[in-house]
């Protein structure tokens, strides 16, 4: 079965700094990894997917992402962060091998940014 | 372009009392739809999904049932609530590559 797990439940950085949120996957073939970014009381917004295309991946908001098949890694970064960033970002993959659409996601991981 | 609806935003309720959230999708047909929940705390957890009309799939047992009477409507339903049901209901439709979620239902069971 599919799972994803997201190191950290909560990730603080400076405004300014590196963000990086960790994702790993299990999986007997490579899915897709999606990063969703939510914000209080609201629905879940894409921020970006890997279908198998280029690894490294680019998003919105100056976000992007690598797909690491030897890690099972699909970690989410962004050389810079903005206190507008303040927010919860889920990981999830969906299975290929499904027209479902299903999604696993992971627990979640809040990123909280200092002045 | 695809549009999704999902009513009410908020909602306190209590405890053995009847529930019905409704999600509408506008732009599309033959969505695939889905309701997850997000208890405090947790994740996100996909509770049902529907590849068509009456085609109802359960992923977890529970005091809830789904059911779609349209192609584009997805209700999410209970006879009696329990205190455990309160949480963040989100609507979905979606296809293999993406899904996109309502702006979600906040539960209070009381």
């Known amino acids: 079965a599919q799972s994803v797990t997201q190191l950290g439940s909560h990730v603080s950085v400076s405004e300014g700094a590196l963000v990086l949120l960790r994702c790993n996957y299990s999986s007997s073939v490579p899915p897709y990894l999606f990063w969703y970014v939510q914000y209080p009381n609201q629905g879940l917004q894409l921020l970006l997917k890997y279908t198998s295309a280029a690894t490294l991946v680019k998003g919105i908001n100056g976000f992007e992402a690598e797909f690491k098949k030897s890690e099972t890694s699909f970690h989410l970064t962004k050389p810079s962060a903005h206190m507008s960033d303040a927010a919860e970002y889920f990981c999830a993959v969906s299975d290929r091998s499904s027209n479902t659409g299903k999604l696993i996601f992971g627990q979640g991981t809040t990123l909280q940014v200092k002045p | 372009s695809q549009t999704i609806h999902q009513w009410p935003a908020t909602l306190v309720q209590p405890v053995g009392s009847p529930l019905s959230l409704e999600c509408t999708v506008e732009?599309?047909?033959?969505?695939?739809l889905y309701w997850y929940r997000q208890a405090a705390g947790r994740g996100l957890q996909l509770l049902f999904y529907s590849v068509g009309i009456g085609q109802i799939s359960s992923e977890v047992p529970q005091n809830l049932s789904a059911s779609r009477p349209q192609d584009r409507q997805f209700i999410l339903s209970s006879k009696k609530l329990l205190l455990s049901d309160s949480g963040f209901y989100l609507c979905?439709?979606?296809?293999?590559?993406?899904?996109?979620f309502g702006q979600g239902t906040r539960l209070t069971v009381v």
């Open positions: 732009g599309t047909s033959n969505p695939n």
């Open positions: 979905a439709w979606g296809q293999t590559y993406q899904a996109f």
